[in-house]
């Protein structure tokens, strides 16, 4: 069965998941600068969490182009 629909659904919530998160983690290194604590343990998690959204984002424009060559 052809899954490509549910797939990019699935995706596109995980996106939209990672984003909230790396702009709620953005937020708490702001604050714990601000604070002057260190922040270096919330950078390393935000850039771990941003490759992860890049993946995503590549995985969607996949299944996008799959979407769009079985639709053909």
Known sequence: MWRVPT???HVA???AQAEDRI???RL???RLK???SDATQAEELLRTI???LQHLHS???DLRR???VIAK
């Open 7 to 9: 797939d990019l659904l």
């Open 13 to 15: 919530e995980r996106i």
């Open 23 to 25: 702009g709620k983690l």
């Open 28 to 30: 708490r290194v702001e």
């Open 34 to 36: 601000d604070e002057g």
């Open 50 to 52: 941003t490759g992860s």
């Open 59 to 61: 995985h969607q424009l």
């Open 66 to 68: 799959s979407a769009w």
